[in-house]
């Protein structure tokens, strides 16, 4: 087995201490697929954890107007072979946070993810859950 796709969820959000999303990791709904086809449940982490400052911004700004606000968002893409992403939305029935503006900016960051390319294999779908809830 591939000991590197084994680490725990906390050392993939090491260095995130001012994002209150203990668990975002947890519900990452991923296939494990033999050989180089795939990328990595690390390298997948790795990409989505750089963009968390700007995600979380996009909560923070909405949070000014609405001081309550707080909920997840289940986003679901898929991860091209040449690293780009396609089909990104926000899976409505899994998600409860219902802010549109949040909604548009997280999806925006999500658009312009690129991941590592890769020689073979299909598209990878990803269903992410981004987690906000207000600093205490």
Not at 1 to 15: C, I, L, N, P, V
Request: glycine fraction near 6%; aromatic fraction near 8%.
């Amino acid at each position: 087995t591939d000991k590197a796709a084994d680490k725990t969820e906390d050392q993939a959000a090491e260095g995130e201490d001012e994002y209150s999303d203990e668990g975002r990791t947890v519900g990452m709904d991923y296939q494990e697929y033999e050989g180089s086809a795939v990328l990595d449940r690390e390298e997948i982490l790795k990409v989505i954890n750089m963009k968390t400052t700007s995600i979380r911004s996009c909560y923070e700004t909405a949070l000014q107007t609405n001081q309550s606000l707080q909920g997840k968002l289940m986003v679901n893409f898929f991860i091209q072979l040449d690293g780009s992403v396609s089909n990104a939305k926000i899976v409505q029935d899994k998600s409860t946070m219902k802010e549109k503006k949040v909604d548009d900016c997280v999806m925006e960051i999500v658009k312009n993810m690129r991941f590592a390319p890769r020689k073979k294999g299909e598209p990878m779908e990803i269903n992410f859950p981004f987690n906000f809830q207000p600093k205490k």
